[in-house]
């Protein structure tokens, strides 16, 4: 298909959705820099936006089949995941107790981001291919030791969120393939299981900690464990229905709400431009999600499906985990608001699969 008309052909309303949450990110970084008087951030996700922009434009020229057809560079991609996971041990820096960030100069680079989408592209090529099979047992073993070696590197780092986030990735395209009833029963019983044996003997006391102070906020000190949540809520319920400006909020500005370009954005958010502010956030989301559910639907392969699918579930686990967060209707396991915190590895990974989304699109029309 000639050049012109495969741009002609993108899904234009999933650009630009994807690209206003981005803006509105800026606008609260910018925001929240204002008080430290340091811009650093904010000009870096410009640079990541410009990057992510130059990457989705180049992976939507590239045939989608290319993905699907060479198993081994998936594999490659995959075991070299691997590989920069087990290195964040040995040469990565100690943030806050966690190991998941390289430093690379003045940037900071997240491996865990990548194997995400390499996961999505591993699985969806893996029940492609087997879907009459889905009733074997077998599939299910395999297929769970593929996102099992890479979850436990990043669950020992310690990071509790991603680990949820990729099992969730892994259960939703198990579901779509049409795995049988009782494999599915089977499966909680194991999850369960290892539950309580994760909570035994391999979580770290402040993340149990965490757990505990979401079950019971009453009985947690203000300064303690639950000093963030309770200023994200304090941030939340302070913003009314148009909020107190951007670089007015006492929460945001004042240093009271933390990792306010990260994990908190949406309590920063919510103070800063109010109801007005989130339900425009919510319904952008909306309207992204719709796009990929839409190419989902539209698409005439499994693989396709199963990849629009995988990114859904993706997309839909961080950002209602995060706002979860955020609102103390889940415990803090450290996931950012997709598109929209602060974060160049997440931020470029996401219009890589975007870039892939279009392929299909365009092959598709």
């Avoid at 509105?24 to 640079?47: C, D, H, T, V």
């Avoid at 996102?147 to 579901?175: K, N």
């Avoid at 019971?216 to 909020?243: H, M, T």
Wanted: with cysteine; hydrophobic share 55%.
């Amino acid at each position: 298909m000639p050049f012109l008309n495969r741009i002609k052909n993108w899904d234009w309303i999933l650009v630009v959705s994807a690209v206003l949450l981005v803006l509105i990110g800026l606008a609260s970084i910018y925001s929240s820099s204002l008080g430290k008087e340091n811009f650093f951030n904010f000009k870096k996700q410009i640079i990541f936006l410009i990057l992510g922009l130059f990457l989705m434009f180049f992976f939507s020229l590239l045939d989608w089949r290319f993905f699907k057809s060479n198993s081994y560079l998936i594999l490659f991609f995959y075991f070299l995941c691997i590989l920069l996971l087990a290195g964040l041990y040995i040469f990565a820096p100690s943030i806050r107790g966690v190991r998941s960030w390289y430093k690379l100069g003045p940037v900071f680079f997240d491996p865990t981001e990548i194997i995400k989408i390499v996961l999505i592209i591993l699985l969806a090529k893996y029940f492609s291919m087997r879907h009459v099979e889905m009733y074997r047992l077998k599939h299910i073993i395999l297929s769970g030791a593929y996102v099992l070696l890479p979850a436990l590197l990043i669950f020992f780092q310690p990071e509790l969120g991603s680990t949820l986030v990729i099992f969730s990735l892994w259960i939703v395209v198990l579901l779509i393939s049409g795995i049988q009833i009782r494999h599915f029963l089977l499966l909680c019983l194991v999850i369960f299981l290892i539950s309580i044996l994760g909570w035994s003997f391999f979580l770290k006391d402040y993340q149990k900690e965490r757990i505990l102070t979401f079950l019971n906020p009453g009985e947690v000190a203000p300064l303690g464990i639950g000093w963030n949540q309770k200023q994200a809520e304090i941030a939340i319920g302070s913003g009314g229905f148009f909020g107190k400006g951007l670089g007015k909020g006492s929460q945001t500005q004042y240093g009271f709400l933390p990792e306010n370009q990260t994990d908190f954005i949406f309590a920063s958010l919510a103070e800063e431009t109010g109801i007005f502010g989130v339900g425009v956030l919510f319904i952008l989301f909306l309207i992204f999600i719709w796009r990929i559910l839409k190419i989902a639907i539209a698409s005439g392969t499994n693989f396709t499906r199963l990849f629009a699918s995988g990114l859904v579930a993706l997309f839909v686990s961080e950002f209602f985990i995060n706002i979860g967060m955020n609102l103390g209707v889940l415990p803090i396991v450290g996931i950012s608001l997709p598109l929209v915190s602060y974060g160049g590895a997440g931020l470029i990974m996401a219009f890589v699969s975007l870039g892939i989304l279009q392929s299909i699109k365009i092959e598709d029309s």
